[in-house]
Each structure stands twice: as structure tokens, then as C-alpha cells.
């Protein structure tokens, strides 16, 4: 498990661009990614690999739900579900991130009364809730 502080880091970012413009920059999503794998540095390499493994299954999982759910959900927003992937580094957290970003999503949607919402904030804030046990 790698720490949360990439997260903490480039999530400001992530968030309030999603909020305001529905679009998650790749220069953030970049800056995440640089900030993982400067964290995942010390790890063993079949350890960098498995991880990496299941963020690339994370992101061809998320482009197969983008196709089947009519583009529901951003690129942007798949970029991030791998990248958090690389954090989570196994299928029962990223599920249980993606059930906490589900239901916050939901609390959103219906608090303002809107069917589309930016989904970072909520992904963000499950994957956080997951790593600090919440």
C-alpha cells in the first residue's frame, strides 16, 4: 500500500476542474501519476508490475463501461479510476472506493437535484476514505 499524499497533493486540481469546467486536466492526472510512482519507487519490480497490472485493467475496464453506458462517464474520470487503482492495489479496495464514490454521488446528485455530475470528487474522496480507513 502507498501513501495517500499523492492524492492529497493533485486532487485540488483534479476537483475543482471537474466542478467547474467537467474536465479533469491530464496535467494533473499526470502530476498524480508522477507523484504514485515516486512513492511506489522502493517497491520490489513484480511488485511495480502487479500494481501497474491492475491499473491497466482498471483503465480497460472503465473504457468498456465509457462505450457501454452511452459515455456516461469521462475519460478524464476513467484516467483517474486507473491511476487510483495504482494506489488501492487490489479489487476488494477499488471496489469498495467505487461504492463509497457511488454513494456520495448519489447524495450529490439528488442534493442538487441534477442527473450528470462531476464524478472526481466522489472517486477522490471514496479512494481517500479507503486508504484512511474510513
Given at each position: 500500500?502507498?501513501?495517500?499524499?499523492?492524492?492529497?497533493?493533485?486532487?485540488?486540481?483534479?476537483?475543482?476542474?471537474?466542478?467547474?469546467?467537467?474536465?479533469?486536466?491530464?496535467?494533473?492526472?499526470?502530476?498524480?501519476?508522477?507523484?504514485?510512482?515516486?512513492?511506489?519507487?522502493?517497491?520490489?519490480?513484480?511488485?511495480?508490475?502487479?500494481?501497474?497490472?491492475?491499473?491497466?485493467?482498471?483503465?480497460?475496464?472503465?473504457?468498456?463501461?465509457?462505450?457501454?453506458?452511452?459515455?456516461?462517464?469521462?475519460?478524464g474520470d476513467i484516467?483517474?479510476?486507473?491511476?487510483?487503482?495504482?494506489?488501492?492495489?487490489?479489487?476488494?479496495?477499488?471496489?469498495?472506493?467505487?461504492?463509497?464514490?457511488?454513494?456520495?454521488?448519489?447524495?450529490?446528485?439528488?442534493?442538487?437535484?441534477?442527473?450528470?455530475?462531476?464524478?472526481?470528487?466522489?472517486?477522490?474522496?471514496?479512494?481517500?476514505?479507503?486508504?484512511?480507513?474510513?
Amino acid at each position: 500500500m502507498t501513501s495517500y499524499i499523492p492524492l492529497i497533493l493533485a486532487a485540488p486540481w483534479m476537483v475543482v476542474s471537474d466542478i467547474k469546467y467537467r474536465r479533469i486536466p491530464n496535467k494533473s492526472l499526470l502530476l498524480f501519476w508522477v507523484l504514485i510512482v515516486d512513492t511506489q519507487f522502493r517497491l520490489k519490480l513484480s511488485q511495480q508490475l502487479s500494481i501497474y497490472e491492475f491499473g491497466c485493467s482498471l483503465f480497460v475496464i472503465g473504457v468498456l463501461f465509457y462505450f457501454l453506458s452511452s459515455y456516461s462517464i469521462g475519460m478524464g474520470d476513467i484516467k483517474l479510476l486507473a491511476l487510483s487503482g495504482l494506489m488501492l492495489d487490489q479489487l476488494q479496495r477499488i471496489l469498495e472506493a467505487l461504492t463509497y464514490a457511488a454513494i456520495l454521488g448519489l447524495i450529490w446528485a439528488v442534493a442538487t437535484r441534477k442527473s450528470s455530475i462531476p464524478f472526481a470528487p466522489p472517486l477522490i474522496i471514496g479512494v481517500l476514505m479507503v486508504m484512511t480507513g474510513l
